[in-house]
Nanobody, 125 residues
Framework: HVQLVESGGGSVQAGESLRLSCATS????????MGWFRQAPGQGREGIVL???????SYADSVKGRFIVSKDYAKNTLNLQMNSLKPEDTAMYYC????????????????????WGQGTQVTVS
């Protein structure tokens, strides 16, 4: 039984940082991609970063240069360091596993991702 559990969200001021973590349990095929997505109220889901099995990454333009994704294979977690946060970053953030990605592919809404967490709220004022 696969579970993804996000943590680390909260309320911060513009310019501050947060670090999100996604703890995974159960069998996940790490040969596929993982990613972070977000959804603001009244908007569709947005892919913000995808990471492949080889560590290659693809970031949305809106977060490029501010957000950094990393995998911790020892702890089976996916992390997202978010710096220089802006009010427009306010959203529910989700991690997802077993989907597709490519270093030259802009992250999409992740319809092909198999497993999803329940989300963690990030509010920037």
């Amino acid at each position: 039984h696969v579970q993804l559990v996000e943590s680390g969200g909260g309320s911060v001021q513009a310019g501050e940082s947060l670090r999100l973590s996604c703890a995974t349990s159960g069998y996940i095929d790490w040969r596929y991609c993982m990613g972070w997505f977000r959804q603001a109220p009244g908007q569709g889901r947005e892919g913000i970063v995808l990471i492949g099995a080889d560590g290659s990454t693809s970031y949305a333009d809106s977060v490029k240069g501010r957000f950094i994704v990393s995998k911790d294979y020892a702890k089976n977690t996916l992390n997202l360091q978010m710096n220089s946060l802006k009010p427009e970053d306010t959203a529910m953030y989700y991690c997802a596993a077993e989907g597709s990605c490519g270093s030259a592919v802009t992250p999409g809404p992740g319809h092909d991702y198999r497993y999803w967490g329940q989300g963690t709220q990030v509010t920037v004022s």
